[in-house]
């Protein structure tokens, strides 16, 4: 059954630094997402990204986020300068022409 | 605005007793969809099931059964004779009628199911 991966599963970083979440969503999907979960607390949205550009995001997503999609198969998250706050699971998730997001096991950002 | 509530932060039950997991939800869309996603202690977000704002009809899945009232705004989500694989955290979450098509979910309810 296909389904969507992250990379890495764990990435620690020093704050200030650049890091990229990497996700290969399931291939025929169209709409691919991000969303974080601090320690404890409830999931967030991110961002949705359609047709090679982005349709949606939230407050969280600001300048310091970006994404993209730069072959047919993988879909990238970048923080460029990483804050402790940032610390959580980042969660992919992809939907086809069903209304149901698949999610990814998620890569845990730890910043120190 | 659109909101999920969860009221229930924990719940706990001992094996084979029934739950209900309630899930309250605001919004003004008149087309929308709601899910139930289990987060187990690995970490990893398992859909559960979809129901569209159309569809009032409970469902049942072995074990599982959901309960949608538009009346009360209300999808609620029981598991009969509980198992102990059955602790995990559990998400609802709302999806409104717009092209991003983004979840909003509620805070989660982490049921733990005791031998």
């Known amino acids: 059954e296909p389904e969507v991966t992250q990379t890495p599963s764990h990435q620690v970083t020093q704050m200030g630094q650049e890091v990229i979440l990497r996700c290969v969503p399931i291939?025929?999907?169209?709409?691919f997402y991000w969303y974080r979960q601090i320690l404890g607390q409830k999931v967030e949205f991110l961002v949705s990204?359609?047709?090679?550009?982005?349709?949606?995001k939230s407050e969280i997503f600001d300048d310091q986020f970006s994404v993209e999609r730069p072959d047919g198969s993988n879909f990238t998250l970048k923080i460029r300068s990483t804050k402790l706050e940032d610390s959580a699971m980042y969660f992919c998730?992809?939907?086809?022409?069903?209304?149901?997001?698949?999610f990814g096991p998620g890569t845990r950002l730890t910043v120190l | 605005a659109q909101k999920v509530t969860q009221a229930q932060t924990e719940i706990s039950v001992v094996e084979k007793e029934d739950v209900t997991l309630d899930c309250v939800y605001e919004?003004?869309?008149?087309?929308?969809?709601l899910f139930w996603y289990k987060q187990p202690p690995s970490g990893e977000l398992v859909f559960l099931i979809r129901?569209?704002?159309?569809?009032?009809q409970n469902e049942i899945s072995g074990r599982y059964s959901w309960n949608f009232q538009k009346s009360t705004s209300s999808f609620n989500f029981t598991i009969t004779a509980s198992q102990v694989v059955d602790s995990a955290v559990y998400f609802c979450?709302?999806?409104?009628?717009?092209?991003?098509?983004?979840?909003?979910f509620g805070q989660g309810t982490e049921l733990s199911v005791k031998p």
């Open positions: 291939s025929n999907h169209l709409y």
């Open positions: 129901r569209n704002s159309f569809d009032e």
């Open positions: 998730a992809s939907r086809g022409g069903s209304d149901t997001q698949y």
């Open positions: 979450a709302l999806r409104g009628y717009n092209q991003g098509g983004k979840l909003i």
């Open positions: 919004t003004r869309d008149t087309t929308y969809y």
């Open positions: 990204f359609y047709n090679n550009e982005i349709s949606e």
